[in-house]
T-cell receptor, first 117, second 111 residues
């Protein structure tokens, strides 16, 4: 059983198009994330949602809009795609408990490789 | 300067060798995470630690909070250990736990 799944795995599209990537987790977690991994394999957080509410929004262009219809799903919609958006996008989830002494294992999806031509 | 620095960036070893990957960080943290990313792309969590040492099979992770430094060791390395190993520090910002990543270490173990 896949814990965190993403679709599609590969996405090739033209500049200027709008595309979406879907993420679903069956772990019952409250918190989901989107990360971007650039061509040098560097991972950076984009967004975090807790119980369908946007919590972290790093300095990401507003062409990127996350949507969480329920706590098991976090989709990423990208408008007016640019060449620089080419990357691997990872979804992840964790069960966060607000406790400064605690830390949370994150479970990653398989990634979506986006190529903008 | 990145908040999380890993060394080396690339590491090539012969099968059976003892491997060490280092991670230094400059911010306060709740925990340090070691992740593994295989050539196929998937990312798995290896360890989370906030003090001391943890061991899982041939993998050992240590952390020194005072020195803000962690090491990942692989004993008796094997070609299947070839992967990118990523150090990430986790901390609470407001009510959220956030990971900040190092740039990864590409490990290649030759038979």
């Amino acid at each position: 059983d896949t814990a965190v799944s993403q679709t599609p795995k590969y996405l090739v599209t033209q500049m200027g198009n709008d595309k979406s990537i879907k993420c679903e987790q069956n772990l019952g977690h409250d918190t989901m994330y989107w990360y971007k991994q650039d061509s040098k394999k560097f991972l950076k957080i984009m967004f975090s949602y807790n119980n369908k509410e946007l919590i972290i929004n790093e300095t990401v262009p507003n062409r990127f809009s996350p949507k969480s219809p329920d706590k098991a799903h976090l989709n990423l919609h990208i408008n007016s795609l640019e060449l620089g958006d080419s990357a691997v996008y990872f979804c992840a989830s964790s069960q966060e408990r607000w406790d400064p002494s605690s830390y949370n294992e994150q479970f990653f999806g398989p990634g979506t490789r986006l190529t903008v031509l | 300067k990145n908040e999380v620095e890993q060394s080396p960036q690339n590491l090539t070893a012969q099968e059976g060798e003892f491997i060490t990957i280092n991670c230094s960080y400059s911010v306060g943290i709740s925990a340090l995470h070691w992740l593994q990313q295989h050539p196929g792309g998937g990312i798995v969590s290896l360890f989370m630690l906030s003090s001391g040492k943890k061991k899982h099979g041939r993998l050992i992770a240590t952390i020194n909070i005072q020195e803000k430094h962690s090491s990942l060791h692989i004993t008796a390395s094997h070609p299947r250990d070839s992967a990118v190993y990523i150090c990430a520090v986790g901390g609470w910002g407001g009510s959220n736990y956030k990971l900040t990543f190092g740039k990864g270490t590409l490990l290649t173990v030759n038979p």
